[in-house]
């Protein structure tokens, strides 16, 4: 079984910056980060961050130059940085992780709420 947390979360004031992590544990052996996504309330979820397969990230437009992924292999955590933080950047923030053989299997966390005033 994987085990998938997301944490960081919170309310923040337009402009400010919160860092979310993610971390991935249990039979984690073959696991990779797929990215983070986020849902705003009566929206569909949308990527914000995608790793694409040959390791490179593609953000989502509006979070580029503001949002900034890294991670922490020892720990099986990826972050979320984000900074100049919009109201429209409210929403349910979720992460990713894929296993792919034998058989893909993907595995999301609880979310993570993020509240941006303006």
């Known amino acids: 079984q994987v085990r998938v947390v997301e944490s960081g979360g919170g309310l923040v004031q337009s402009g400010g910056s919160l860092r979310l992590s993610c971390e991935a544990s249990?039979?984690?052996?073959?696991?990779?980060?797929a990215g983070w996504y986020r849902q705003a309330p009566g929206k569909e979820r949308e990527s914000v961050v995608e790793?694409?397969?040959?390791?490179?990230?593609n953000y989502a437009d509006s979070v580029k130059g503001r949002f900034t992924i890294s991670r922490d292999n020892a720990k099986n955590t990826v972050f979320l940085q984000m900074n100049s933080l919009k109201p429209e950047d409210t929403a349910v923030y979720y992460c990713?992780?894929?296993?792919?053989?034998?058989?893909?299997?993907?595995?999301w966390g609880q979310g993570t709420q993020v509240t941006v005033s303006s």
């Open positions: 249990g039979n984690i052996g073959r696991i990779n980060f």
């Open positions: 990713k992780w894929v296993v792919r053989i034998p058989a893909l299997a993907v595995y």
């Open positions: 790793i694409i397969s040959d390791g490179s990230r």
